[in-house]
């Protein structure tokens, strides 16, 4: 572990970075994940801890969750497990609570979001001073992988729906590979209403509503290297009654 | 003000533009090819909006970037991840 303190340890600016990742039967992502997760802040010198969030996963992500805390330290490996599947906006704000960082990152626990893209965040938050960076699928040279073409006009006409009609000044709203100044991030949370893609949508909305800067990075989003992403007909249906709450309400 | 309400607003104030050109509702008298020109513009508008629609989400469909080096980055660092894990102690 000797090796792992380079030079660029500690940039001393006082800045740290807390990754929340909800987990739900991820045994197999997890390590990949934190692996990635410690490779790109170990090289950008960026302070950092990754807290785990796991509902109560029964294939055992919990204890491969503690090996990795074996591994890599108590201090950069965080546990917060909860008993039960409750969703991702109780898992952010339980996940805050413990968060010993000033900014909060966000993402995918599956490896669709490559931490890789984390110091771009960093970069882009301090050139703008932004409440919160987004990363974007749809603009710049951000891009999906695993998508055929009927999940491709699905995603461009749900986003083009919501653009018409929320005009949110972002580009990408369902997406969550995302940076937060943390109490940002807090205040956002409790005002926020909705489940599944609408909580991440609402959350850009309530935002815009409170004034917060946005910036923006392309992201390359990599969809389910291990098992099947579905968006189905209910999905599609439950997206649309979020989407005209959203219009009706803001 | 609501999204909703903003364009039930804009909706309202275009209506009634319409209608009091094409009714002639004010007794404005103008040249009759502004009642022409306004009477279809509702169905206008509303088809020339579905063609940039289709166009629009047809070129972002098209122009939908596919990240196969990315893809392929990934698959490579799963696999020296795993290594590296398996030789810290990691059992799966």
């Known amino acids: 572990m000797a090796s792992r303190r380079t030079l660029k340890d500690n940039r001393g600016d006082g800045d740290k970075y807390s990754v929340l990742l909800p987990t739900y039967n991820e045994r197999e992502n997890l ?7 410690v490779k790109y802040f170990g090289e950008s010198g960026y302070n950092y801890e990754i807290i785990v969030i796991d509902d109560g996963s029964p294939d055992g992500t919990l204890e491969v969750a503690k090996q990795l805390q074996q591994i890599y330290g108590e201090e950069k490996i965080v546990l917060r497990p909860r008993a039960a599947k409750l969703g991702l ?13 000033n ?36 603009s710049g040279d951000g891009g999906v992988y695993g998508w055929d073409l009927r999940r491709k006009i699905i995603s461009r006409g749900a986003n083009f729906v919501t653009q018409v009609l929320l005009r949110p000044g972002a580009s990408d709203l369902t997406g969550s590979f995302r940076l937060y100044k ?3 991030l807090e205040r956002l949370v409790e005002r926020c209403v909705s489940k599944g893609y609408v909580f991440q ?10 004034r917060y800067t946005i910036g923006e990075v392309p ?32 | 003000m609501t999204k909703l309400l903003e ?27 502004y009642k022409e020109l306004a009477w279809p513009m509702p169905v206008y508008l509303l ?16 122009t939908f970037n596919d990240c196969e080096e990315a893809a392929k980055e990934l698959q490579t660092q799963i696999a020296e991840a795993k290594a590296d894990l398996r030789k810290k102690g990691l059992k799966l």
């Open chain 1, 31 to 37: 390590p990949l994940i934190v692996w990635l997760l």
């Open chain 1, 89 to 101: 906006g109780t898992a952010y704000i339980h996940g805050v609570k413990h968060a010993t960082g």
């Open chain 1, 103 to 138: 900014f909060v990152i966000i993402m995918d626990a599956d490896l669709s979001h490559h931490p890789k893209f984390i110091p771009e965040f960093i970069e882009k938050q301090k050139k703008g001073n932004y409440d919160l960076v987004s990363g974007t699928r749809y």
């Open chain 1, 182 to 184: 943390k109490e940002v």
């Open chain 1, 201 to 210: 949508m609402e959350m850009i909305i309530r935002a815009r509503q409170l």
């Open chain 1, 219 to 250: 992201i390359s989003f990599v969809d389910r290297v291990y098992g099947e992403s579905k968006l189905g007909g209910n999905e599609i249906v439950s997206f649309l009654k979020g989407l005209l709450t959203l219009f009706a309400t803001t």
């Open chain 2, 7 to 33: 364009w039930v607003f804009c909706v309202l104030l275009l209506g009634v533009a319409w209608a009091l050109v094409t009714f002639d509702l004010l007794d404005l008298r103008l040249p009759p090819i």
């Open chain 2, 47 to 62: 088809v020339l909006f579905g063609c940039y629609s289709i166009a629009t989400i047809g070129y972002r469909v098209a």
